[in-house]
Nanobody, 119 residues
Framework: QEQLVESGGGLVQAGESLRLSCAARGLTFSNYQSAWFRQAPGKEREFVGSIRWTGGSANYADSVNGRFTISRDDAKNTMYLQMNSLKPEDTGTYYC????????????WGQGTQVTVST
């Protein structure tokens, strides 16, 4: 059974960094496009960034471009989200997703990890 497990969330101050991890079980990241999303309290879930199955390129939402980086360690079957220069508006629950099937939809989702950025 496919499962995605996020970790690494926490409370940080504005300007600090955090790295989230997403470990996959039952599926192989290098076979599929995968992504990170986030949801702030009272708001809809939004796209953060995605990485192609080749692992060679990623694209990001304008709000995080230049501050966040998605990477993968295929030996560990784990995807990462490195978040630098964090802002209070980055606060939310972060979800990893895998197996893209069109229109920004993904078949498998993690349970989410909370990121809180204080001023």
């Amino acid at each position: 059974q496919e499962q995605l497990v996020e970790s690494g969330g926490g409370l940080v101050q504005a300007g600090e960094s955090l790295r989230l991890s997403c470990a996959a079980r039952g599926l192989t990241f290098s076979n599929y496009q995968s992504a990170w999303f986030r949801q702030a309290p009272g708001k809809e879930r939004e796209f953060v960034g995605s990485i192609r199955w080749t692992g060679g390129s990623a694209n990001y939402a304008d709000s995080v471009n230049g501050r966040f980086t998605i990477s993968r360690d295929d030996a560990k079957n784990t995807m990462y989200l490195q978040m630098n220069s964090l802002k209070p508006e980055d606060t939310g629950t972060y979800y990893c997703a895998a197996v893209y099937y069109g229109a920004n939809k993904y078949r498998h989702w993690g349970q989410g990890t909370q990121v809180t950025v204080s001023t």
